[in-house]
């Protein structure tokens, strides 16, 4: 059983213990209403507690069991709430550390409240695709008034205990100990006549309602067009305030069971547990020591550099920032300050932070001042024999135990590791541009890399707020390597008879925040150039669109050269479709003997996502990702994938690996059919009617 029961001094006391976060699941459930019935029955208990152990009151419903039998099997919430409220002996709950979703719910379901300062109050089910399911969206708004309860309800965000004391949510915020304050306000209410207040009997009271409610829905309706659950939200809150409590329960009821089906919500879900799934490496026990990072040093005070420096000293971890010429040192700690400046303006940093945070930064041009530092991040030019002679200075200079980390996105870790006499050490830390935005890290496993160095990278990583994914050793990593897929067949579409901006905007409207075109020319398409003509000399036998390359010759880079796919007009990011490439491509197609045909919107998406998950497919079997949802996470937070179609394995599982393989097998029978290789597991899941994430 999930929930203990003891007595005090007349005082039932029903304790959730569910660890880690007090879920509502199946058996805590019974628990609660069994303990409510044992006190009932007990002629000595006047009043009940209820409250938590451990770090929660309660995190919610178990999201584990949404679509089981168990999420619907009695007692449901519902069902055990009714219990709570219909007791005729007082409940008191008992809130402290965090009281979310269901678990708010059910506090909502007691006749009194009160809680310890600091405890987070949430009902977040937003955040996951749903709505608050056990009368949240019908209670909250009468304990603490109908916009409160509808900004929480709809942001999903918490609000520390203490700014709700005065509200009918809590009778008491308690200093102190909170289960000896509330068994004395049970003791005190338990000698009082019957009956106790219930929330559902209060009124709701707004002077207008209807044009506030108006108000939050023209404000959900442009930020959430993609998301139901913001809008089911308000309608259920509204339900209530038109047409009382019970026909507004009815309601939330019937949105909460829609909801939980819906493909956003399952991404959204996901993409929750995908986050906390990708910080757990199969091998690498959860009590594997980690090392001391006390000092971090960066080499390179570039773009990239100067962005993985930022990520510390906002983590208030101080930053030896090497550079090997004076110039670049002081353009390097120029930009940084001019980004912080940038913070300032938008008021989100006050000018003594910003001063705070420069201040640990050591800018230096020496090697022998990396001594002291305990994590060491190499961002420099991406070339093995820069990097060859960067590691081979660090072996000489850097400390005993001290991490030693590349940022190479390319480039093989393991011939990096070798070129010191400490491979155990080294290990890829891949930042994505800009490096102080975006949440993504891949933290690169090479075959040496010792199983504490991974624990301390993934410990660091939270502290400065990264997703990291593990990935093994291969060309590209996880997000590369299949990024590439995307982009042969994104050319290939245009010689075939697309123009980039077709095949954007198919891309886009499919919910990836930049199609590849318009994202080729903001990154540079010399770039992507480079690496393909390493790609024909390392592997001849692979078939690539030299479309990309006419493009190049003519010097149309992107947006730093005035074109590249698109036109630009100076000062202006906005991209234009271009006559001149237009004819460039209608050229090309002849020159190689294409026929050009329209290409649906249709095919563009099929052939992008499924090249993407064929490849993350081929990761999976080569243990380079050791789970699916690892492979989500990295293009959710680093490769703009639409949040609500949760990943690119997650979509293909949504479309079924059925019909995957069939569209693939399609696509490989046509024109550039060669470049589609199908992944074995692919097929082989496909036939056992599973996906990749089952
Ligand atoms: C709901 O209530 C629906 C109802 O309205 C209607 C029902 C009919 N279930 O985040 P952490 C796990 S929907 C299952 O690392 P923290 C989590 O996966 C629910 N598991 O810790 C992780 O497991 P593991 C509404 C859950 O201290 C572990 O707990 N509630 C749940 O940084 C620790 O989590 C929410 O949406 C859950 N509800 O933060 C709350 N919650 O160790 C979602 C957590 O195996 N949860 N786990 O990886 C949170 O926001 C945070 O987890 C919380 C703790 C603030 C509670």
């Known amino acids: 059983m999930a929930v203990d029961y003891t007595t005090r001094d007349g005082v039932a006391v029903i304790t959730l213990n569910n660890p880690p976060v007090n879920g509502l699941g199946l058996s805590t459930r019974a628990g609660i209403v069994e303990g409510i019935e044992r006190a009932q029955n007990d002629a000595s208990v006047t009043a009940i507690v209820l409250t938590g152990a451990g770090k929660a009151f309660s995190g919610g419903a178990d999201i584990t069991e949404f679509n089981t039998p168990k999420a619907t099997q009695e007692p449901t919430l519902a069902t055990a709430i009714q219990v709570v409220e219909g007791s005729t002996k007082p409940v008191v709950a008992a809130i402290h550390s965090v009281a979310m979703g269901g678990g708010l719910e059910l506090a ?38 109908l916009e409160a309860a509808l900004n929480m309800i709809v942001s999903g965000a ?48 707004h002077p207008n309602a209807e044009g506030f409610i108006q108000f939050v829905r023209n404000g959900v309706a442009g930020v959430a067009k993609n998301f139901p659950a913001p809008h089911k939200c308000i309608d259920a809150v509204e339900a209530g305030v038109k047409n009382g409590f019970d026909k507004g329960l009815a309601f939330e009821r019937e949105c909460f069971m829609s909801l939980v089906q819906t493909p956003e919500s399952r991404a959204l879900r996901h993409a929750f547990f995908g986050e906390r799934a990708a910080s757990k490496i199969p091998d690498v026990p959860s009590d594997t020591p980690a090392r001391e990072i006390r000092q971090v040093a960066v080499i390179g005070a570039g773009t990239m550099g100067g962005g993985i420096a930022m990520n510390f000293v906002n983590a208030g971890v101080p930053v030896t920032l090497l550079e090997t010429k004076q110039e670049a040192l002081d353009r390097g700690v120029a930009t940084i300050r001019k980004n912080y400046e940038g913070t300032v303006k938008k008021g989100k940093l006050t000018p003594e932070a910003l001063e705070q945070r420069i201040a640990l930064i050591t800018p230096t041009l020496s090697y022998e001042d990396l001594g002291n530092a305990d994590l060491i991040i190499e961002a420099v030019f991406e070339e093995l024999g820069v990097k060859e002679q960067v590691f081979k200075r660090l072996d000489e200079v850097a400390k005993k135990g001290a991490i030693l980390a590349s940022n190479t996105s390319t480039l093989d870790l393991d011939r990096i590791a070798a070129f010191t006499k400490r491979p155990q050490d080294v290990v890829g830390m891949h930042f994505f541009s800009p490096a102080n935005v975006m949440k993504l890290l891949e933290v690169v496993r090479g075959k040496e890399t010792s199983k504490d160095v991974l624990a301390t990278v993934m410990k660091i990583a939270k502290k400065i707020k990264k997703t990291a994914v593990v990935s093994g050793v291969c060309d590209g990593f996880i997000g590369n390597r299949m990024i590439e897929q995307y982009i042969r067949q994104a050319l290939f579409m245009l010689e075939e008879g697309a123009l980039p901006a077709q095949v954007d905007r198919a891309i886009e409207k499919f919910g990836f925040a930049m199609g590849p075109f318009r994202m080729s020319d903001l990154a540079g398409n010399d770039i992507g150039w480079a690496i393909r003509k390493r790609r024909y000399q390392e592997h001849p036998e692979m078939h690539y669109s030299k479309i990309a390359d006419r493009l190049c010759e003519t010097g149309r880079f992107g947006q730093k050269t005035g074109g590249g796919w698109y036109d630009y007009k100076a000062g202006d990011r906005t991209a234009h479709p271009s006559k001149l490439v237009e004819e460039m491509i209608v050229a090309f197609s002849k020159d190689v003997g294409a026929e050009r045909r329209k290409i649906s919107d249709e095919e563009i998406v099929e052939r992008l996502v499924f090249a993407l998950a064929n490849e993350g497919a081929k990761i999976l079997e080569e243990g380079i990702a050791s789970k699916a949802s690892d492979i989500d996470m990295v293009y959710l937070t680093g490769y703009g994938f639409p949040l609500w179609r949760g990943g690119p394995m997650l979509y293909a599982d949504t479309v079924g690996l059925y019909n995957v393989e069939r569209a693939i097998r399609r696509y490989a029978s046509r024109p550039n059919g060669d470049a589609w290789q199908i992944a074995p597991n692919l097929v082989e899941l496909a036939a056992k009617g599973r996906g990749f994430n089952d």
């Open 158 to 205: 918490p609000v520390m205990s203490e700014k709700l004391a005065g509200t009918g949510l809590f009778d008491e915020i308690v200093e102190g100990d909170l289960l000896e304050a509330a068994l004395a306000f049970a003791r005190k209410v338990g000698a009082q006549a019957g009956p106790h207040p219930r929330v559902r009997d209060r009124k709701i009271e």
């Open 108 to 145: 909502l379901g007691t006749h009194y409240r009160v809680a310890a300062p600091g405890a987070q109050i949430a009902l977040p089910e937003v955040k996951l695709g749903i709505l608050p399911g056990a009368g949240g969206t019908q209670r909250l708004p009468r304990a603490i008034g």
